[in-house]
């Protein structure tokens, strides 16, 4: 029984930067274009959301991109009313004047607690839980992504895969992509590689431009503007970077790119050899373009992070031989601990290749499982079915 949704609305609170918006904005789109879902989506920094996609205005109360409404989320709700299913993403708090009209909504909404990702094995423990709201007549349902079993899954919509694996296979479309980037042309004869690096700030980071400008191999670094450029203008002798400049010392060539919207995010990561990422939307989009990556988690207090990237690493380096696997786990460990790498990088570097190899079956083997939008309209859809009755 599939039950018709007439409308859902979706909370975000840009707290880390792109991150959260990123990943609330690729579930809303994916829910309006492959479920036909009428999506209302929050959001309290329209300037956050305008760097991922340039087309949203920022001084408009309300506004439509590709089907999605999307309103600025304000102080006060009072006068609007919940749709049917309401998702608060990742931490954020819904204001009380709406949970008092959701209370008094008839049905009430079905209310989703849509959570961090994580590896760990107690999210499968958590996901689905119902928790009663402790006054109003209203029951809070979590929803974990995840990549085990019993998880909520990974956003991935249905064009991702045949789309990165076309411009994978086009010289033409890649060439076109660098161009309008202003970076010249990949050359298939040259040994040189080309790594985007999207991270936070890092005492790791002065390291890792000087072992890439002192290795045998070219690099091309290419750095979307963000926290990391004040660290790297410093180690170049300068107080600012532009956008469009290309920095050079000894084997390194430095690119710095503007923020890119998702779409072309994507590309990048596809295009490159490897990806240095972070948070969560960039890094699950990493795993997806089939390349090489290091991840650098959010930082949380009492480390708690680490136990984040423990947990991932023993899923994704079950499958790779033990001298691989433990020349990641040391290199993302290191990174993310913010300590030199620079001892590894030359091994690193040297098993790309195999790498390779199993960044595409890591990519191919996150396919088989199904994702987190049709997850969750499942689980609404028989929430809604048990109401029925």
């Not at 609330?24 to 329209?46: G, N």
């Not at 970076?183 to 000087?210: C, K, M, Q, T, V």
């Not at 072309?264 to 295009?271: G, I």
């Not at 207090?301 to 990641?328: I, M, N, Q, R, T």
């Amino acid at each position: 029984m599939n039950l018709p949704v007439a409308h859902w609305d979706i909370f975000c609170s840009v707290v880390d930067n792109y991150g959260d918006i990123g990943v609330t904005w690729r579930l809303a789109r994916q829910l309006r274009a492959e479920f036909h879902i009428a999506v209302r989506l929050w959001v309290d920094d329209l300037r956050a959301f305008q760097h991922i996609r340039p087309e949203v205005d920022c001084a408009a109360a309300t506004q439509y991109l590709e089907g999605v409404e999307i309103w600025h989320w304000t102080t006060s709700l009072s006068l609007i009313e919940p749709g049917n299913v309401v998702i608060e993403a990742l931490a954020c708090d819904l204001p009380e004047d709406f949970i008092q009209a959701m209370a008094v909504k008839t049905p009430p909404p079905v209310w989703i607690n849509l959570e961090y990702l994580s590896a760990e094995n107690w999210v499968a423990g958590v996901h689905g839980l119902p928790s009663p709201h402790p006054r109003l007549a209203l029951t809070k349902y979590f929803f974990m992504p995840g990549y085990i079993a019993g998880s909520g899954g990974l956003t991935r919509e249905a064009w991702l895969y045949p789309g990165r694996d076309h411009f994978q296979g086009d010289a033409e479309a890649q060439n076109r992509f660098w161009s309008g980037l202003g970076l010249p042309e990949r050359n298939d004869g040259a040994r040189r590689l080309r790594i985007s690096l999207f991270s936070y700030d890092s005492a790791a980071l002065a390291g890792l431009l000087a072992i890439c400008s002192q290795g045998d191999i070219p690099i091309d670094l290419l750095v979307p503007r963000g926290l990391a450029i004040p660290q790297i203008a410093a180690w170049f002798g300068l107080a600012d970077i532009p956008e469009g400049a290309a920095m050079r010392r000894g084997h390194l060539c430095l690119y710095v790119l503007p923020m890119l919207a998702q779409d072309d995010y994507d590309r990048l990561l596809w295009a490159c050899d490897a990806n240095f990422v972070r948070g969560e939307d960039s890094f699950v989009r990493a795993q997806f373009a089939a390349r090489p990556m290091i991840w650098q988690a959010y930082r949380q207090s009492e480390d708690a992070h680490l136990d984040k990237l423990a947990a991932f690493l023993d899923l994704y380096c079950a499958d790779l031989p033990p001298v691989d696997a433990g020349l990641v786990r040391a290199l993302w460990r290191g990174w993310n601990r913010e300590e030199d790498i620079a001892p590894l990088w030359p091994d690193w570097i040297e098993a790309l290749p195999q790498l390779s190899i199993h960044a595409r079956a890591w990519a191919t083997q996150l396919a088989v499982q199904t994702d987190l939008a049709s997850n969750l309209v499942k689980f609404i859809n028989k929430l809604l079915e048990s109401r029925a009755f």
